[in-house]
């Protein structure tokens, strides 16, 4: 079994920053596309950044280039550096990556972590 576990949420004031970390583990062969979404009350869950094994990144347009997203495929974790946070990025951050499991190779899972809250007051 696989699965994503996401660390780094919390309280933060307006202007400030946080670092989030999502480490895949289990009986992974290969990890293609690692991404971030996030879920406000409310809201549907949207895209915020995502990262090929290659090393390719795509943003959404509201991160603005105060986000950013990296990946270790060293250890299988991916990190979402978030900058001059603003009250509006107030959500559960989830963590996505299409996985690959021994022993069948020949299958992409889709695998979602639990969440994480990061919350910036004003």
Do not use: H
Not at 3 to 12: A, F, I, P, Y
Not at 14 to 42: H, K, T, V
Not at 44 to 67: H, K, M, P
Request: charged share 20%; proline share 2%; net charge negative.
């Amino acid at each position: 079994q696989v699965q994503l576990v996401e660390s780094g949420g919390g309280l933060v004031q307006a202007g400030g920053s946080l670092r989030l970390s999502c480490a895949a583990s289990g009986s992974i062969f290969n990890i293609d596309a690692m991404a971030w979404y996030r879920q406000a009350p409310e809201k549907q869950r949207e895209l915020v950044a995502a990262i090929r094994s290659s090393g390719t990144t795509n943003y959404a347009e509201f991160v603005q280039g105060r986000f950013a997203i990296s990946r270790d495929n060293t250890k299988n974790t991916v990190y979402l550096r978030m900058d001059s946070l603003e009250p509006e990025d107030t959500a559960v951050y989830y963590c996505n990556a299409g996985i690959t499991t021994e022993p069948d190779i020949t299958r992409v899972r889709d695998v979602w972590g639990q969440g994480t809250q990061v919350t910036v007051s004003s």
